[in-house]
């Protein structure tokens, strides 16, 4: 369970954190949300798919890494190989918490970078420190806190944006068979796709709505990273083979 404690210059100014990617570290993941804002990068490397929650309807997007449970195609020994990695896990052992905080003598919520101090990644041995050594933040400190600010707007526009999908009925459901070259067989089923004739039957109103919104450029986007299905499943023939 997740240890949360905020981050501050007194507890914490011999924490370092760790930045090496491996499946120790928690990175062995299959899929990871990803939001509109990072799609240019995202989808240079991976399939972008939308996952719905079973109980609130809500849909998300993410970037897919592997075909199953704890299977990231992208990471071995060496490290995770893709020059973009989502905001969602780079951000790891962090978290953003809103505090209820008084100034000026009126109570507001205020966004605070928070730390899981049971995460493997926090060491007082190697890693990136949070502080300087005489005080202040280290520049580590201060571009995790950039990304996290960013990662928290991403994920609202995020919300609105397959919001809009769902509105414009442009999410299906979608199953993919994937046959190896060793001859197996395997099937992923549970994400969605963006509906493509719904799309292009879209009237001119609409269409301009998603292009203010600046949402036509990412469905485009996550409609050309399907293209990467075939580089993962190239990924997935090189593991087996090397495992037989």
Do not use: C
């Not at 949300?33 to 990072?38: A, H, I, K, S």
């Not at 989502?86 to 100034?103: D, G, K, Y």
């Not at 201060?142 to 414009?168: N, P, R, V, Y």
């Not at 046959?179 to 992923?188: E, K, R, W, Y």
């Amino acid at each position: 369970m997740a240890n949360h404690a905020l981050v501050n210059p007194v507890a914490h100014k011999d924490i370092k954190i760790i930045t090496d990617r491996s499946a120790k570290y928690g990175d062995n993941l299959w899929y990871a949300l990803t939001f509109p804002r990072e799609f240019r990068s995202a989808q240079a490397h991976y399939p972008i798919f939308f996952n719905k929650d079973p109980n609130t309807g809500k849909f998300v997007a993410v970037a897919l890494f592997g075909f199953k449970d704890k299977e990231n195609l992208f990471l071995d020994d060496d490290g995770w190989h893709a020059s973009y990695i989502p905001a969602s896990v780079q951000r790891h052992p962090f978290l953003i918490a809103n505090q209820t905080v008084t100034e000026d003598g009126v109570e507001h919520k205020k966004r605070m970078l928070t730390l899981d101090m049971d995460s493997p990644r926090v060491s007082h041995v190697e890693g990136e420190p949070l502080f300087l050594p005489f005080g202040g933040n280290s520049d580590f400190l201060d571009k995790t806190a950039s990304m996290m600010e960013a990662l928290h707007l991403g994920a609202i526009d995020g919300q609105k944006f397959t919001q809009t999908l769902a509105d414009l009925d442009l999410l299906e459901p979608f199953t993919l068979d994937v046959t190896l070259n060793n001859g197996s067989q395997h099937q992923m089923i549970g994400f969605y796709t963006i509906n493509e004739d719904k799309l292009d039957a879209l009237d001119i109103e609409q269409l301009q709505a998603l292009k203010d919104a600046k949402y036509l450029q990412a469905i485009y986007m996550a409609i050309a990273s399907q293209s990467n299905i075939r580089s993962l499943i190239d990924k997935k023939n090189a593991l087996v083979a090397a495992q037989a």
